[in-house]
């Protein structure tokens, strides 16, 4: 795999049952890169997602991360994931995930959700992650927020601090499933600005997102998805304003 991709997918299928839901996925993702992956509800945009850091099990195809096999063909011919729980876990570790519900603990502070992994998986000391963990909710500014309890924060303020927990392992890519589209629409220019300035700092991202302005202004690749299929990808200003496939060009009529 060529040193400047972190992530290679190749001819990745997922069903559930009789459904179809990837059909054959080929994508490389760069280092130090923000892809946007939109596209129709229903397309495999969250699933795909979900396939790269295996919190689903492809059906078939290979996934490679920083050179190393996380799914594929196992010595009998059988797709398998290639790694233990324990390794697996270190994976999920460096390619953090950023979901659309939040997926906080709400009987843990806002300020012991960012640090819980640094205590279980780095077993950093409490004093150092607890100061780390106000640092990256002050990066997300949501600081003022760190003793309370999820349920007493905004869809927005929930948002931030999933971002602030994704950041605490120092991952090397992260992936944010439709970040925005449980917020009221007040709340998601504040999130929005607030992806934006991590994209700035030149981690590597993959938004899969309904925010087509967002994906135009930020992403260094579009990839648009639709039945389980990629149907085109490209620079934003070449595939928002001249897609080459009738299907992407049908879309982006219709949403923008």
Do not use: W
Not at 39 to 53: A, D, E, M, V, Y
Not at 80 to 92: Q, T, W
Not at 145 to 156: D, Q, R
Not at 241 to 255: E, G
Request: net charge neutral.
């Amino acid at each position: 795999m060529p040193l400047d991709n972190i992530i290679e997918v190749k001819d990745l299928h997922k069903s559930f049952k009789d459904l179809v839901v990837l059909d054959g996925i080929d994508l490389s993702f760069k280092r130090n890169s923000v892809y946007a992956i939109i596209g129709p509800s229903g397309s495999g945009k969250s699933t795909f997602l979900r396939c790269l850091n295996l919190l689903e099990t492809p059906t078939s195809g290979e996934v490679t991360f920083e050179g190393k096999k996380l799914f594929g063909l196992n010595s009998k011919g059988k797709p398998e994931i290639s790694l233990g729980s324990k390794d697996l876990c270190a994976v999920r570790s460096k390619m953090a995930m950023v979901f659309q519900s939040f997926n906080l603990f709400n009987n843990y502070t806002v300020l012991d959700n960012v640090i819980l992994s640094l205590l279980d998986l780095k077993k950093m000391p409490k004093e150092q992650a607890k100061e780390k963990g106000l640092a990256l909710l002050a990066q997300v500014g949501v600081k003022e927020k760190a003793g309370e309890y999820p349920i007493k924060l905004s869809g927005g303020q929930k948002q931030r601090v999933a971002i602030a927990r994704a950041l605490a392992n120092e991952p090397d890519v992260i992936l944010l499933d439709e970040p925005t589209s449980a917020l009221d629409p007040e709340m998601v220019k504040g999130v929005l600005g607030v992806i934006k300035s991590l994209a700035e700092t030149g981690i590597s991202m993959i938004i899969v997102t309904h925010e087509m302005a967002f994906a135009r202004d930020v992403a260094d690749e579009v990839v648009f998805m639709d039945g389980g299929h990629v149907v085109e990808k490209g620079k934003p200003t070449d595939l928002f304003s001249h897609p080459q496939n009738q299907r992407t060009k049908d879309f982006i009529d219709a949403v923008l």
